[in-house]
């Protein structure tokens, strides 16, 4: 699998990742928070075939770019189900305080544990992973063939989401850190949203969570 990184800037500088089959160059984009088109000319130079949009949560900065990207390529949209909260709602998903009223359409919405696999990517198995806490819909997307984890604002590299948006609630967040995360093999790669990458290990056994 070939993990390509975007950072997009538009709104907030978000980490947008295509997760992409190396074998058929096609696979997934998560959380493309802002400039669209930027996006699109990364997926046609690379040559990258899209399935699916998979969102971490549904905040402004990461589904910034989702509704054009829909509709150039009609492809799924997918959030946890919790999502539809923000999805239809700008004062949850944040755009109405910060940048216009973003409300997603034809949003398909999975549960806990759902599996992300394609047969046209057959090396993509994606683990959707409820951790809510940052947001009440918040899943990490968790590939346990290659270790690596798209884990949204629940955790970045020292350091973990904000908990004073609607639906947010600290409590809840450090038990899906602990739980769902940390308790991943300590090799799992973290790849964020607005951080640099980092590992189980490193954050289990660093300044934060080392010491709880
Ligand atoms: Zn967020």
């Given at each position: 699998m070939k993990i390509y990184p975007v950072t997009v800037q538009e709104l907030i500088p978000t980490n947008a990742y295509f997760y992409?089959?190396?074998?058929?160059?096609h696979g997934v984009l998560i959380d493309?928070?802002?400039?669209a088109e930027r996006l699109l000319s990364v997926m046609r130079s690379q040559g990258f075939q899209l399935e699916a949009l998979l969102l971490t949560h549904g905040h402004f900065d990461h589904i910034g770019a989702v509704e054009e990207l829909r509709q150039e390529l009609n492809i799924p949209v997918i959030m946890q189900e919790n999502g539809r909260d923000y999805a239809e709602n700008p004062n949850w998903n944040l755009s109405a305080q910060f940048h216009g009223n973003f409300i997603l359409q034809n949003v398909t919405y999975q549960k806990d544990g759902a599996v992300i696999a394609y047969p046209e990517a057959p090396g993509l198995h994606l683990k959707l992973i409820h951790t809510p806490g940052h947001t009440t819909d918040g899943c990490i997307y968790y590939d346990e063939e290659h270790h690596v984890a798209f884990v949204g604002d629940t955790i970045f590299a020292g350091s973990f989401g904000r908990?004073?948006?609607?639906?947010?609630?600290e409590a809840v967040l450090y038990r899906s850190i602990r739980d769902k995360i940390l308790t991943l093999p300590e090799e799992t790669i973290l790849l964020s949203g607005h951080s640099e990458e980092t590992t189980v290990g490193r954050e289990k056994n660093g300044p934060i969570w080392g010491r709880r």
């Open positions: 992409i089959d190396e074998d058929t160059n493309p928070g802002s400039e908990t004073d948006f609607p639906g947010g609630n």
